[in-house]
């Protein structure tokens, strides 16, 4: 699939990541291994070596998850209404502290939050149902994101940010969404191997206070 780019960055070796050992996409998925890097700036590596190889679709995944039912060509039926596709979003945006993309979205049970992520907790699994999808929405989740050769081309990753694995997603999608293109939540899942954010650290606030300056001038 020539068409395609899938990235995924991990801090140890790709073998040992839970996305390497589950996908069936294995051998065609470019892993940054012993990464120290931010992801905005990996990111932008590979949208610039996808420019430069005349791919059409880039996919950038986190190192712990397992995609469910992604296949190119259901990827590809989702690109027909959507131009930037996630597997979780927020169809509205209400700027605010804590700048997590559901509560930004109402909150939890907020009929402005969409798609379904699969968690592991030790061998047990279970679903986080935000509402209905496929659909339309502003922000995505970064846990996976898919994009349109038409939106990288115009739209990188804000090196800027001071937080190297937070907000790259939000200010990405907003970014997107700003510039005229379609975000959406598509029918992809996946199964993540973590809980989500469990405490704020000094570079989360870092990064919030720079993404809310943003986007709120």
């Not at 999808?133 to 115009?154: N, Q, T």
Request: overall charge negative.
């Amino acid at each position: 699939m020539s068409d395609l780019f899938i990235f995924s960055a991990t801090k140890g070796k790709k073998e040992d990541t839970l996305l390497y050992q589950t996908s069936d996409y294995r051998d065609e998925i470019f892993f940054k291994e012993h990464n120290t890097d931010s992801l905005q700036s990996l990111y932008n590596k590979a949208i610039e070596f996808s420019i430069k190889e005349n791919i059409e679709y880039i996919v950038l995944a986190h190192d712990d998850v397992i995609l469910e039912n992604f296949s190119h060509e259901r990827m590809l039926e989702n690109f027909e209404n959507y131009d930037v596709l996630g597997v979780a979003g927020a169809a509205e945006v209400k700027l605010q502290e804590p700048a997590l993309w559901h509560l930004m979205g109402g909150g939890l049970g907020s009929d402005k939050l969409h798609g379904a992520v699969a968690h592991l907790h030790g061998k047990e699994k279970f679903m986080t149902s935000f509402g209905s999808y496929p659909h339309r929405a502003i922000l995505l989740d970064g846990v996976f994101l898919a994009i349109k050769r038409e939106v990288f081309k115009k739209v990188r990753f804000d090196e800027k940010c001071p937080s190297k694995f937070h907000f790259y997603d939000l200010d990405y999608t907003i970014s997107s969404h700003k510039a005229g293109f379609r975000n959406g939540v598509s029918d992809i899942y996946v199964t993540h191997a973590s809980p989500g954010l469990t405490n704020f650290s000094e570079e989360f606030k870092e990064g919030q206070k720079w993404f809310l300056n943003k986007w709120k001038k």
